[in-house]
């Protein structure tokens, strides 16, 4: 069984910047892909970024250039280094992962192990 707990979320102002960190405890490897979501109130959860084997990512439109997935596998810690954040960016941020075989994809229908959610509150 794969657990996941994230932190690291708080409240910032706009243009500020925040890392978000989960530890995955359980059986997991490489061949795991692993990823960051986030739902707003009253809004579909949807993928902010997601790692695969090798290190290939994949970023949300709204989060390109500003935001960067990693995963540090000594630690089984996943990170999502968040910069220049807007009030939109305020939401609940949940990490996941998807077994093997898995593509990586930004839509949250293939995880199966999903985190409880770490709070970012993005203030103008």
């Known amino acids: 069984q794969v657990h996941l707990v994230e932190s690291g979320g708080e409240s910032v102002q706009a243009g500020g910047s925040l890392r978000l960190s989960c530890v995955v405890s359980?059986?997991?490897?490489?061949?795991?892909?692993m990823g960051w979501f986030r739902q707003a109130p009253g809004k579909e959860r949807e993928g902010v970024a997601t790692i695969i084997r090798d290190g290939i990512t994949k970023y949300g439109d709204s989060v390109k250039g500003r935001f960067t997935i990693s995963k540090d596998y000594a630690k089984n810690t996943l990170y999502l280094q968040m910069n220049s954040l807007k009030p939109e960016d305020t939401a609940m941020y949940y990490c996941?992962?998807?077994?093997?075989?898995?593509?990586?994809?930004?839509?949250?229908?293939?995880?199966?192990?999903w985190g409880q959610g770490t709070q970012v509150t993005v203030s103008s």
């Open positions: 359980g059986y997991t490897s490489r061949k795991y892909c």
């Open positions: 996941a992962a998807d077994s093997p075989p898995c593509t990586g994809t930004l839509s949250v229908f293939p995880y199966n192990y």
